[in-house]
């Protein structure tokens, strides 16, 4: 039928449907009168009026038309045979309406080949989108069933892809280096009781080393995920924020497993690429264990957050938590100073004695006023929710369900976009104009400026270069004064950052030594300051930041940015005998049901492809063997071979700096796709094109 569909004319159907025809099946017979009606353009026309055994009428919507075609079954031959045959519609045409519908699935795939790779060229994995082609190409309105079921049949097996590309991964690494020749790009394999398996993989672009080395911070948070795709694992990252207090990816790596040996081998790569790290967020779990072995110099900081969940958990007994004592541990935690630290601790021991004991034996890990002790800034980073931020991110982006290599690449492309976004956010701003902070900073002291308008500050001394002020602590009874003290100086030799002032200032608080920006009451104190002296008191100045907050830094933590080609071909030679990593049995209790027995008249008998036992199915196997899961899903093809149709065909974008898809392109050439496969289809049914394929591997999808 593909043949039918891309060679035959209108009077060669027709003369296939003369009366004394055969036909070996009722299925060809009714390809036959279908294809008629394609070319024709009147598919909303077509219609079965009546199936039987051994009788076939089909033909017009309209019952009053003329045109029908009747065949009926010859035993003695085991042919089909024509009996009646009207080919001409005697109805109006321009009035009737069909719904479309009532065609058989094989009936469409016959004449609608592209529909099988459709989610290679647009993302088939939507019924919608099937439906859409279908209808632009042949004028067939699909069911939402049906639609669903050529959307499946044109995908593959998750587990086929998740083993396949376990082959290729090796390959794909030393390609990624090979265009990134300044980035860290780590395989490692291992062997195990099956053959070769995956060990571990790490990814360090030579964009995100650029990157630290401006980074001014020097804080990174590292924190491990579970992966959801049918061979589990882990995946490892070191997150950190930029001077506009953007999440930026540092390295990354999967591992089969979560244990101070995985943590151990991270870490040790991370320590490698990112010299200097002054302060690592991380929960209590292996990965504080590894990092204080393998950094035992720096300091490390435990999330707050993690800490407060901790006193929730029943098997500790530290009681009820309330938000009144919630409220109290996190004064506890962003206390600037020794005393306000006792003082918030001492109000949580009134409200639950035990747990405000059990926080405060390990506030050296999490507790300001020690760090500011200690002369490390934190900026306000009292949790490890940057990792977890970044995590949550990818669930929403669906990338931990993805086999090994396109989560390593769509990770590579989210990382450049975002990125490269944040280049053209710092190109955008004119020091010139006396925009010297980055946006974010400017936008949050635009708002705290406007908060602290409410709080009283009285003026001992002001002029244009000093200011010495006493500001009221709203709230507080008795009522308790802060001293806030503030100088500054112009430059008569501009700096390297244009700064045209150095300044410093003083708050009794102390807040401000761990923000690396002004606290509320500096900013009261600056607007005081403002009314009396005039504009040279700019709280928008980046005079009053840390260097981590001005724009100077967001432009050279910008400056370079390279990252690897990700649109890799594989050869059929590339592929080699890697096994995944094992999988971890499930744990929790065990199912009280009997043994699985086989019935003696049973004829259908379910086998797990995760470890070959009868009676369940791989999802719910209580011990999954990933050696045999990759038997049963083993093929030895490159891990994703699209096809598409020659004028289809979507290529990649890039530039000298970054050589990834951006996602603006993809965007752009998917909104045009099926158009464009409309309309090859309506060529090829008119005889006008041949059908050409091209073949390439790894295509992004971003969605």
């Known amino acids: 039928m593909k043949a039918l569909a891309a060679d035959l004319s209108v009077s060669d159907l027709e003369q296939q449907l003369r009366v004394g025809a055969h036909f070996p099946t009722k299925d060809e017979c009714q390809k036959v009168v279908l294809g008629l009606f394609l070319k024709r353009g009147d598919a909303a026309l077509y219609k079965v009026r009546r199936s039987e055994p051994a009788r076939v009428e089909l033909g017009c919507l309209n019952k009053e038309c003329e045109m029908c075609v009747r065949a009926s079954y010859k035993k003695k031959t085991g042919v089909w045979e024509v009996k009646e045959s009207s080919l001409q519609h005697t109805c109006d045409r321009s009035e009737q309406r069909g719904r479309k519908r009532g065609i058989k699935t094989e009936l469409v795939r016959s004449f609608v080949p592209v529909v099988d790779s459709i989610m290679a060229t647009v993302g088939g994995k939507r019924a919608a989108t099937v439906r859409e082609v279908v209808a632009k190409s042949i004028g067939v309105e699909l069911k939402t069933t049906q639609a669903l079921e050529i959307a499946k049949a044109g995908r593959k097996d998750p587990a086929t892809v998740a083993v396949n590309e376990y082959r290729f991964i090796e390959t794909y690494i030393e390609k990624l280096a090979h265009t990134d020749e300044r980035g860290t790009y780590k395989f490692g394999q291992e062997m195990g009781d099956e053959g070769l398996t995956f060990q571990y993989s790490y990814i360090a672009t030579s964009a995100a080393k650029d990157f630290w080395q401006h980074s001014h911070r020097y804080i990174v948070a590292v924190d491990a995920t579970f992966l959801t795709g049918p061979l589990k694992g882990f995946m490892f990252a070191a997150v950190t924020k930029d001077a506009n207090n953007q999440l930026i990816l540092l390295a990354f790596g999967q591992l089969k497993k979560e244990n101070l040996d995985t943590w151990d081998l991270f870490l040790r790569n991370v320590k490698a690429d990112f010299p200097g790290i002054k302060l690592i967020l991380c929960d209590k779990q292996k990965g504080l264990e590894a990092c204080q072995k393998i950094y035992p110099i720096v300091r490390f900081a435990r999330c707050a957050k993690h800490l407060l969940d901790n006193t929730k958990d029943p098997d500790n007994n530290l009681g009820r938590i309330t938000q009144e004592w919630e409220l109290e541990y996190w004064r506890m935690v962003k206390a600037p100073t020794a005393d306000a630290y006792n003082e918030a601790f001492v109000k949580a021991e009134k409200i639950n004695l035990a747990a405000a004991r059990w926080v405060n034996a390990c506030k050296r890990e999490f507790a300001e006023h020690i760090f500011i002790g200690e002369g490390i800034r934190r900026f306000g980073d009292s949790t490890s929710n940057m990792a977890e931020e970044m995590f949550a991110a990818w669930s929403h982006n669906e990338f931990k369900p993805m086999p090994i290599i396109q989560l390593h690449q769509k990770i590579i492309v989210w990382q450049s976009q975002r990125m490269h976004s944040s280049r053209v956010m710092s190109q955008q701003a004119d020091p010139g104009k006396g925009e010297n902070s980055t946006p974010w900073m400017m936008e949050l002291l635009t708002t705290k400026f406007w908060e602290a308008r409410m709080s009283r500050c009285r003026t001992v001394f002001c002029d244009d270069k000093e200011y010495i002020g006493m500001v009221e602590v709203k709230g507080s009874n008795p009522t308790r004064v802060i001293e806030v003290r503030l100088n500054q100086v112009e430059n008569n030799v501009p700096s390297n950052d244009n700064m045209k002032w150095t300044a410093s200032t003083s708050c009794s608080c102390g807040r401000c030594k761990s923000l690396g920006r002004p606290c509320k009451h500096i900013l009261a104190a600056l607007r005081a300051a403002a009314s009396l002296a005039g504009p040279k008191w700019n709280f928008l100045d980046a005079r009053w930041l840390h260097s981590a907050y001005h724009l100077s830094t967001l432009q050279h933590q910008y400056e370079r940015l390279h990252f690897p080609t990700t649109a890799v071909e594989f050869k059929e030679t590339d592929g080699k005998d890697l096994l995944p990593p094992p999988m971890e049995k499930k744990r929790g209790r065990k199912s009280q049901k009997k043994p699985y027995e086989r019935k003696p008249d049973q004829k259908r008998v379910i086998v797990c492809k995760a470890c070959g036992k009868e009676g369940h199915m791989m999802k719910t196997c209580p011990e999954p063997n990933a050696a045999q899961i990759a ?45 464009e496969i409309a309309a090859q289809i309506a060529r090829q049914l008119n005889n006008k094109a041949p059908g050409q394929k091209v073949r390439r591997v790894i295509v992004l999808d971003l969605e």
């Not at 530039?655 to 965007?667: F, I, L, R, Y």
Request: aromatic letters at 4%.
């Open 631 to 675: 038997r049963s899903f083993a093929k030895k093809i490159p891990p994703t071979q699209a096809n598409y149709a020659d004028d289809v065909d979507i290529d990649i974008a890039g530039d000298e700096d970054q050589s990834t898809a951006t996602k603006e392109g993809e965007v752009g050439a998917k909104d045009n796709s099926v158009m």
